[in-house]
């Protein structure tokens, strides 16, 4: 085991620059703990010229990270250039054909072509490790995969787009309305070139994705995760939530149901003392509870060159040590194709309508939520100055298809003015 | 790697029959995980005829742990028997001896003989894990031997006494005195039958030793971990607290100084808000730190046949898999012997005095305080019926060795009427 690890990293981004900061700087401490050295034999970029405020001088220098990733000196991949498409692709595939082991922080490539790398990876007897495609610096593949590996998992939970809590917890402390503090985040370098990825959950959905996979042993199935983005949520709801003690927060949830495999990223309501409702800021947190274990908390940075690159470098320090398992956690073949269940587990709803200020509109709006075997737990009509009253209602436990029959049966009270903002009460 | 592991389990009380359960319930779910069926081969306990509600009628039964642990039928050996000395560490030692790796839920037993038989597993060949020791279900061990692998650890942190966490917030809620809250947990069983080892810290000393070992690179020592129990702590105590905005916490503190490594196990004032502030009642708490990853908290059920059988499964997966690490994370040899600092790093302390009410006797301790080099940040002093006056004092950041200076010149000034109390105010 003296031989030294030999890394190729593809994208000098912000991860890739962190990477290799770390590596430099603690070589010993990660030798020792390692047992052999970890060396970078070669990276590539796109441009070569640019200034990173590193010495990259002592590395072989590829144009091309397909290239790279077949390279012969080198004995792990590592693809840092992120895309669920393109070259982050080709040269995964690439660098797998070519018999290298894969680490790398893409969550998109993963969540979309996860089962056939994994396929892949497996048939070459090699193995693709991504700690740091969910949650950052937080160990949450490698406490699912491996500490929690004797637990029948029963559910998985997690705020894990800071970019998001961010926003919906700067509304709250600031009192500016969500249009406000998403220009004030795009500002501020938190969103990604498409902001949909962040604010529509879809970032978020990837994780949850692949940490559904692994959790139920299930083929990573991102176009069955229900999306729903934080883009309809105001500083009213925010504070009617709080007034009933709860926090809004965009939050993910993967559970097994007697109908399929539930997979949600949308906006909850949750319990203001829970650990996920006092979560404020950037920072990710992630639930994850088993039939021996109870409920595990793990709370950490979910973005940044550190934490990411902390997470890649446990990743290449496991391949340095032997330790082999399956992408998923157990063998991709063995891993099922699972039936979708949408929002199948009952739960509370918050809805907030607004109603034409007009006599037996409310009746009309609790009869359709009554015939659709909804009752109501508690409701409030705002005092208004206009036409337009506001109300808020939160149900009794509900399934999302009676509560979207009652949605669908509102346009017919004719007293509805605008399309009612449904947001879950989830049990944490 | 398809032949089977097979297992010795040494000990079946609470976590022994815990893990017998979760193995009997989920065989498939794990072989599947492991890449090989996990087998129990044989179990010893101290009686065979206990009715333990599980049907151990397919194992071997062997009244001696020794013989147990040197079993040709036994791939690994599973110590759940607890003590430092006397069978657990004879047990341990002859299946090292006899060429078995070793799953353990001991802290005792590894606190205080971790050094040479991690020695003696290294020159066997052999794997010690013990994720079960600290925390409970929390997968720390594995965090920060494997998750933060790549990281300069600066400090670990943690409330990993459930009882002394549960007495403590039990005082806040229900307004009881100390010595009532502890009764009543000796009643509900929560405490060990010295209770010593939960009040007076050295169960959490003893996971804590273990923590520092790994994230410092040190020959685990606990003689050195600075113990205070929580038995000085009153009902006042958590009150003044909370009104200046902290909790009081039995927390485990390890950090590298320049004076060398500082381990202390102690009651210290948290801020409410913190993840360490909010934590109630007996869940554990263990706060990571590194250069690259920033903070990781990890929460959960620190004891319990669920949560502990979790851990130790967790473990011997890894050993199904092939994960073969150190047992602190680097070879034995290459941990160093450190230095014990003792409270290196300045912080502010609480302190609270009783003085005798008569003139000039509060200008006496702040002099006493001013000659060892502390200011004060705050001081009150209470209503008081009689000629003992009660006085809080909050200091600016000071060292633990000025401050026992200044409590030792208390003595002097024949106006301190008991021996202070004086709580550390951690920055977390």
């Known amino acids: 085991?003296?031989?030294?690890?030999?890394?190729?990293?593809?994208?000098?981004?912000?991860?890739?620059?962190?990477?290799?900061?770390?590596?430099?700087?603690?070589?010993?401490?990660?030798?020792?703990?390692?047992?052999?050295?970890?060396?970078?034999?070669?990276?590539?970029?796109?441009?070569?010229?640019?200034?990173?405020?590193?010495?990259?001088?002592?590395?072989?220098?590829?144009?091309?990270?397909?290239?790279?990733?077949?390279?012969?000196?080198?004995?792990?991949?590592?693809e840092l250039m992120g895309g669920s498409e393109g070259s982050?692709?080709?040269?995964?595939?690439?660098?797998?054909?070519?018999?290298?082991d894969v680490v790398t922080a893409n969550k998109a490539l993963l969540a979309i072509h996860g089962q056939p790398l994994a396929l892949a990876a497996e048939a070459a007897g090699k193995v693709i490790r991504f700690e740091a495609a969910v949650a950052g610096g937080i160990p949450v593949i490698k406490s699912l995969t491996e500490g929690l590996a004797g637990n029948q998992i029963t559910r998985v939970m997690g705020v894990m787009n800071g970019t998001c809590n961010y926003i919906l917890t700067r509304m709250e402390s600031a009192g500016l309305p969500y249009a406000e503090v998403f220009e004030e985040a795009r500002q501020l370098g938190y969103l990604e070139a498409d902001p949909n990825l962040d604010v529509g959950g879809i970032d978020a959905g990837h994780k949850l994705a692949l940490l559904a996979a692994i959790a139920f042993g299930a083929q990573v199935d991102f176009d069955a995760v229900e999306l729903e983005g934080i883009g309809s949520i105001t500083i009213e709801d925010i504070r009617q939530a709080d007034d009933m003690g709860y926090k809004i927060k965009l939050l993910g949830v993967a559970q097994m149901t007697g109908r399929g495999l539930e997979q949600r990223m949308s906006p909850c309501l949750v319990p203001a003392t829970s650990p996920l409702g006092q979560l404020q800021g950037g920072t990710n947190m992630v639930v994850l509870e088993g039939d021996a274990v109870g409920q595990i908390v793990l709370r950490g940075a979910g973005a940044g060159a550190g934490p990411t690159a902390s997470a890649v470098a446990g990743d290449i320090i496991d391949i340095a040590r032997g330790f082999r398992a399956p992408t998923f956690g157990q063998p991709a073949t063995s891993l099922r194709k699972m039936r979708a269940a949408r929002a199948a587990v009952p739960a509370p709803y918050y809805l907030r309508l607004t109603l034409q200020d007009k006599p037996g509109a409310l009746a009309k709006v609790a009869r359709a939520l009554g015939e659709s075997g909804i009752s109501i737990n508690r409701m409030r009509q705002y005092?208004?100055?206009?036409?337009?009253?506001p109300v808020l209602i939160v149900t009794h436990k509900t399934t999302r298809a009676a509560l979207d029959e009652a949605i669908a049966a509102f346009a017919e009270t004719g007293v509805v003015m605008s399309d009612p903002v449904a947001i879950r009460i989830e049990a944490v």
């Open 383 to 389: 005092d208004h100055a206009d036409v337009a009253a």
């Open 88 to 100: 982050a692709k080709a040269a995964t595939e690439a660098a797998i054909a070519a018999g290298k």
């Open 1 to 78: 085991m003296s031989k030294p690890l030999r890394l190729g990293i593809a994208g000098l981004g912000t991860v890739g620059c962190g990477l290799i900061r770390q590596l430099q700087t603690h070589p010993d401490l990660i030798a020792a703990r390692a047992g052999r050295a970890i060396e970078i034999a070669a990276i590539s970029a796109r441009s070569r010229d640019k200034d990173r405020g590193l010495d990259l001088s002592a590395y072989e220098w590829e144009d091309d990270p397909v290239a790279l990733a077949a390279r012969a000196d080198i004995d792990v991949f590592v």
